[in-house]
């Protein structure tokens, strides 16, 4: 098991930038790929971006693709979403998850551990 807590989010303007990052306790980080989801008032958690646990594969929601980023420090064990050009439709609660594993996988009920998520308001 590992513990993830997120960071980063806020309140930015449509067309800035904001970078978000998982935190996860222990030492075995690197056996987790890693998935990034969000859920706005009303609507299910949908699927952002997954790594693999080595960063070797990495996976986008098509809303996001060309904007947003998915990356890890093994070292640090942390992981990373870079947001930019941000529309007001990625207004959302954001969440990291892991899952024991290498491969990216898109569907929340893949993932046991989940941080307890940041809001990210992107203004019109």
């Known amino acids: 098991q590992v513990q993830l807590v997120e960071s980063g989010g806020g309140l930015v303007q449509a067309g800035g930038s904001l970078r978000l990052s998982c935190a996860a306790s222990g030492r075995t980080f690197d056996l987790y790929a890693v998935g990034w989801f969000r859920q706005a008032p009303g609507k299910e958690r949908e699927f952002v971006a997954g790594i693999s646990r080595s960063s070797g594969s990495t996976s986008y929601a098509d809303s996001v693709k060309g904007r947003f980023t998915i990356s890890r420090d093994n070292a640090k064990n942390t992981a990373y979403l870079q947001m930019n050009s941000l529309h007001a439709e990625d207004t959302a609660v954001y969440y990291c998850?892991?899952?024991?594993?290498?491969?990216?996988?898109?569907?929340?009920?893949?993932?046991?551990?989940w941080g307890q998520g940041t809001q990210v308001t992107v203004s019109s």
């Open positions: 998850a892991a899952r024991f594993g290498s491969s990216v996988y898109t569907a929340a009920n893949g993932y046991r551990n």
